[in-house]
T-cell receptor
Framework: NAGVTQTPKFQVLKTGQSMTLQCAQD?????MSWYRQDPGMGLRLIHY???????DQGEVPNGYNVSRSTTEDFPLRLLSAAPSQTSVYFC?????????????FGSGTRLTVV | GDSVTQMEGPVTLSEEAFLTINCTYT??????LFWYVQYPGEGLQLLLK?????DKGSNKGFEATYRKETTSFHLEKGSVQVSDSAVYFC???????????FGKGTRLHILP
């Protein structure tokens, strides 16, 4: 039972490069989301999805794209990386029951943009 | 709007000390409340939760009681260990959707 799997764990990008952060869950969760964690800022919601084919913006969506073609996968795309996107990124999932069960988190991707 | 406020850290305690991390919230209705823990280099893990007023969530010696009258959900542990050193996040879900709103986290250091 893998839970939520994020890849890669670490990545260094040059300014202007693009990349995709992968997130997969095997719990048949309908709800998936991406957060970024920065010192002193807590967790900020980037994008979320309530089911396959449905995505929506969170608090800080600029510079990021998502898609949800299957229940299991929710990749996050950085279109043109900027130093301000240096952060730790977490994917989370849950049953779609109003959040009462809480989230299961992946172990994170530490991204550095130089 | 809906929000969570928790005490700023870092909090430094000696082993076997009593721990309290304060958390208050602002939300309409009756939100679900959570505490998450993040150990160094890892993702967040659900520590405990409470879904209605006066409920007490507990896990691994940690407890928190849902206080509707004071809109609080303070985290307590009677005797902390070095292994409890981590960042603790208070959070809520309004039940209007699946989004969880997190506090900014409190870093806890336990000295041997």
């Amino acid at each position: 039972n893998a839970g939520v799997t994020q890849t890669p764990k670490f990545q260094v990008l040059k300014t202007g490069q693009s990349m995709t952060l992968q997130c997969a869950q095997d719990m048949n969760h309908e709800y998936m989301s991406w957060y970024r964690q920065d010192p002193g800022m807590g967790l900020r919601l980037i994008h979320y999805s309530v089911g396959a084919g449905i995505t929506d913006q969170g608090e800080v969506p600029n510079g990021y794209n998502v898609s949800r073609s299957t229940t299991e996968d929710f990749p996050l795309r950085l279109l043109s990386a900027a130093p301000s996107q240096t952060s730790v990124y977490f994917c989370a999932s849950s049953y779609s029951t109003g959040g009462g069960y809480g989230y299961t988190f992946g172990s994170g991707t530490r991204l550095t943009v130089v | 709007g809906d929000s969570v406020t928790q005490m700023e850290g870092p909090v430094t305690l000696s082993e076997e000390a009593f721990l309290t991390i304060n958390c208050t919230y602002t939300a309409t209705g009756y939100p679900s409340l959570f505490w998450y823990v993040q150990y160094p280099g890892e993702g967040l893990q659900l520590l405990l939760k409470a879904t209605k007023a006066d409920d007490k969530g507990s896990n691994k010696g940690f407890e928190a009681t849902y206080r509707k009258e004071t809109t609080s959900f303070h985290l307590e542990k009677g005797s902390v260990q070095v292994s409890d050193s981590a960042v603790y996040f208070c959070a809520l879900n309004t039940r209007r959707d699946d989004k969880i709103i997190f506090g900014k986290g409190t870093r806890l250091h336990i000295l041997p």
